[in-house]
């Protein structure tokens, strides 16, 4: 499997249970690869929906996939701090046309005063019956969330303030090359 470099630039898509696309990330800058997790950045980056409208992302914003975790993790830069959207998702794969993951409905907003909220429980579970989440998949994502609230809550990974700060410097540098 041929992973991206430091520096360049990937396609994001995002599929629902059905195998239909959902959204996808035009540009963004990888910040770092390893066997498990991709590191990268989104700034004004345009998004296209399924049904073919556009937008471009409002700010900065490092987002991080892992092939272990059934979650991903975008931190959105804004000038009142860090606020985290994050996506019960599959584990990320990666080929030449993108990295692409199953968005699996449920997301946790996390705003800069630390206040979490869980998202989209009735989209949840109005596809889980409509698509026929198995009971393994159900249960996976329901630890999953408990992983995830247990990083929120520790500050691990992604929801380090360090960590957001060391990303976001690498993008900029790596940005200015261009």
Request: proline letters at 3%; a negative charge; hydrophobic letters at 35%.
């Amino acid at each position: 499997m041929h992973l991206p470099k430091e520096g360049d630039y990937i396609a994001i898509q995002s599929y629902k249970h059905d195998g239909s696309l959902h959204r996808t990330w035009r540009d963004t800058m990888v910040l770092k690869t390893s066997e498990n997790s991709l590191i990268g950045c989104n700034d004004h980056t345009l998004v296209t929906e399924a049904d073919d409208r556009h937008w471009l992302t409002r700010e900065p914003a490092i987002v991080y996939f892992h092939r272990k975790y059934w979650f991903n993790v975008i931190a959105m830069i804004r000038d009142n701090g860090v606020s985290y959207y994050c996506n019960l998702a599959s584990p990320f794969v990666i080929d030449k046309e993108a990295l692409k993951y199953i968005d699996y409905d449920l997301d946790v907003k996390v705003f800069p005063d630390g206040e979490k909220r869980l998202l989209d429980v009735d989209e949840y579970e109005a596809h889980s019956k409509r698509w026929s989440y198995s009971p393994e998949i159900d249960h996976i994502l329901k630890e999953n969330v408990k992983i995830l609230v247990d990083w929120i809550n520790t500050g691990k990974g992604p929801f380090s303030q360090a960590y957001v700060d060391l990303w976001y410097q690498r993008y900029l540098e790596l940005s200015h090359r261009r």
